[in-house]
């Protein structure tokens, strides 16, 4: 009875099929073309049959180029095609029975479904995506995603970035590292020491240059740095480099976005202008880092002006060994132990306050864009719409005269609003769009955070991890004592970091929205001030 069960209908079909064309052949014993083509087309029908009776099941984990290739391939002769239809068919209904309900329910359509079109191939690609993690989802049972992937995956991002590796002290390091940072414990605050010496960078004077004579155009900027004078001629290519070696060595230390690279447009001034003003904001919170501001491939990047040592100097960086959880070989830590409890509730403050904080500055960099299309949309148009119908005034008492003084007036009127209108567009094209550069920035800062906390919290997961593994015997207490030093060193770096981060949002709102309402001053002053002009103009 299961076997009766298990039939699916489209092997009955195809028995049925069989049978006519083999009474078919018997009754057409001249072998009729007809009948021959009749019965090539029943051994296709039959095993397209099969494919759809196979791909419910669980021996159906072929990638789509593999379908592909198996449903291009010759079908079998019919006597052996019927025998593998028995058992396949067998096969597959047990196997859909015992799996998933997504793997029945795809499995039932498409055998119900009677067709083998383009509609039954997205469905067996899409079981097949579904089943492509392997073994490591198969449980003890044999059930398909009944079980976890194995833990080694939900730290795949920690092991590959080397810090499993230097947390394990399995890291061999081939050369001393090439510049040392320390942390530092000052007025019960942990920071980073700061640097011997504080210097500037300007990005400047964007200039369109060329290559293989004149087939490639790019545009490079001046970087110059205070501490040297050095002005060296840097493409957006070279910064987005940049930012992925920082962002590989330093895991830590979120590096902040690049503007955004924009193909369409890219020699127009006003973009030109908009990108270096990012990069400026991009260099000064490099400059003012503790960290990135001494670092090897930072310093080469803004005193290197050789094009041959340039290149050497890239291959050098991109070989560099203190890069991920190698980097905390090149960091010095107070003695003192950290209390880890403390620590660990200083960082989720800081989580909570840097969430709340990227909620508010989504809202404000909104209102802000919105303020900046008005400056330059309806405001410009408001005023000048007003110039307009003043000269319409104007030229309406041209007619009269006796009123040369009041006509002079409302003359100068309109050409003052029309001005104004112009300053409303350069205002929301200044002022406005660099608050929203700043805004832009810090929001890339703080959407790089959570990675930063997560490479801690995985830190902290694996010191819990060993101490259990000492308790049972497994560890030594020895290696356990140096895998908690070098996740103290880790936890050092978070601190310091945080504090960095916490000054850095204090000095850079302070700054940005100081200068910003001094400007909204001095702009909103000015117009007052040309109003009130115009305002004398028509008095007695």
């Given at each position: ?466 101490d259990r593994l000492m308790m049972e015997g497994k560890l030594s207490p020895q290696e356990a004592d140096a895998i908690h030093r070098r996740v103290e060193v880790i936890t050092y770096a978070m601190l310091a970091e ?43």
């Amino acid at each position: 009875m299961l076997f009766a069960r298990g039939r699916s209908s489209s092997s009955i079909d195809s028995e049925a099929i069989r049978s006519h064309s083999v009474c078919y052949i018997d009754a057409t014993k001249d072998g009729d073309k007809l009948s021959a083509s009749f019965v090539a087309n029943g051994n296709r029908r039959r095993s397209r049959s099969q494919s759809r009776a196979t791909s419910g099941s669980r021996t159906d984990l072929s990638t789509d180029d593999e379908s592909a290739a198996i449903s291009g391939r010759p079908s079998p002769s019919s006597g052996g095609d019927n025998a593998t239809l028995t058992k396949e068919g067998t096969k597959t209904d047990e196997q859909i029975k015992d799996g998933p309900p997504s793997a029945r329910n795809n499995g039932s359509k498409e055998i119900q479904g009677g067709n083998v079109g383009a509609g039954a191939v997205p469905q067996q690609r899409q079981v097949s995506r579904s089943r492509s993690a392997g073994p490591d989802t198969i449980s003890n049972s044999g059930k398909p995603g009944a079980s976890r992937m194995k833990t080694i995956n939900r730290f795949s991002n920690f092991v590959k970035s080397g810090m499993e590796s230097y947390i394990l002290t399995q890291s061999k390091m081939a050369s001393e590292p090439g510049e040392r940072h320390e942390v530092i414990i000052k007025d019960g605050r942990i920071m980073w020491a700061p640097p011997l010496r504080q210097y500037t960078c300007l990005v400047d004077k964007p200039k369109k240059e060329s290559k293989l004579k004149g087939l490639k155009s790019f545009i490079a900027y001046s970087v110059t740095s205070s501490l040297t004078n050095i002005q060296v001629s840097r493409r957006y290519k070279h910064f987005d480099w940049l930012h992925e070696q920082l962002s590989n060595k330093y895991l830590l230390i979120p590096i902040p976005p690049l503007p955004e690279k924009q193909v369409s447009g890219r020699y127009e001034e006003d973009l030109i202008e908009h990108r270096k003003c990012i990069l400026q904001l991009w260099v000064d919170k490099i400059c003012r880092h503790p960290v990135l501001s001494q670092s090897e491939v930072w310093q080469h990047f803004i005193t290197t002006t050789d094009e041959k040592k340039w290149k050497n100097g890239k291959r050098t960086a991109e070989k560099d060994e203190y890069v991920g959880g190698n980097f905390f070989n090149c960091v010095t830590v107070p003695s003192q132990p950290v209390d880890s409890a403390s620590a660990d509730k200083q960082v989720e403050s800081f989580v909570k306050s840097v969430r709340s904080l990227d909620e508010s500055i989504k809202n404000f960099y909104v209102c802000i864009t919105e303020t900046q299309k008005r400056l330059v949309g309806p405001y410009k148009a408001n005023w000048q719409k007003m110039a307009a119908a003043l000269d319409g005034l104007g030229q309406s008492f041209q007619l009269d005269h006796s009123s040369a003084p009041v006509k002079s007036a409302i003359a100068q009127s309109a050409n003052v609003l029309h001005k104004i209108g112009a300053q409303h567009e350069e205002h929301g094209k200044t002022t406005t769009e660099q608050l929203m550069d700043f805004i832009y920035t810090y929001k890339g800062v703080l959407s790089g955070i959570p990675d930063v906390v997560n490479i801690h919290k995985s830190a902290f997961a694996k010191l819990s991890h060993n101490d259990r593994l000492m308790m049972e015997g497994k560890l030594s207490p020895q290696e356990a004592d140096a895998i908690h030093r070098r996740v103290e060193v880790i936890t050092y770096a978070m601190l310091a970091e945080i504090n960095h981060i916490s000054q850095e949002a204090n000095d850079d709102f302070r700054l940005s929205l100081g200068t910003y309402f001094a400007k909204e001053a001095d702009f909103y002053t000015n117009i007052g001030q040309q109003l009130g002009k115009l305002a004398d103009q028509f008095k007695k």
